[in-house]
Nanobody, 123 residues
Framework: VQLQACGGGLVQAGTSLRLSCAAS????????MGWFRQAPGKEREFVAA????????IYADSVKGRFTISRDNAKNTVYLQIDSLKPEDTAVYHC?????????????????WGQGTQVTVSS
């Protein structure tokens, strides 16, 4: 499975971004998908995840209410809508896929990773 994330950029605090992650393969709906982020000097942290069907999602407490994960299985794409961006959201955002349709928060639960897309939020 190859994952290609895009949609990052340099934005002002309070604005919104939508990140996209396109996946290769013909069984996308069987993969649980997650988004993680890594800020400079910090460990990679879980952000959000969605089941293969798209019916269930989980979020890190720090992003609940501002981040929304969704997917379009017809397009083999998972999205991360980020609203009310804050400077502390600055990080490289990675998408990840796991070979099960369920979701977990641990990065060890994911089998494939994209290269990441940079989000920089100015105050």
């Amino acid at each position: 499975v190859q994952l290609q994330a895009c949609g990052g950029g340099l934005v002002q605090a309070g604005t919104s971004l939508r990140l996209s992650c396109a996946a290769s393969g013909r069984t996308f709906s069987s993969y649980g998908m997650g988004w993680f982020r890594q800020a400079p000097g910090k460990e990679r942290e879980f952000v959000a995840a969605i089941t293969g069907s798209g019916r269930s999602t989980i979020y890190a407490d720090s992003v609940k209410g501002r981040f929304t994960i969704s997917r379009d299985n017809a397009k083999n794409t998972v999205y991360l809508q980020i609203d009310s961006l804050k400077p502390e959201d600055t990080a490289v955002y990675h998408c990840a896929a796991r070979l099960q349709p369920t979701v977990v928060m641990s990065n060890r639960g994911y089998d494939f990773w994209g290269q990441g897309t940079q989000v920089t939020v100015s105050s």
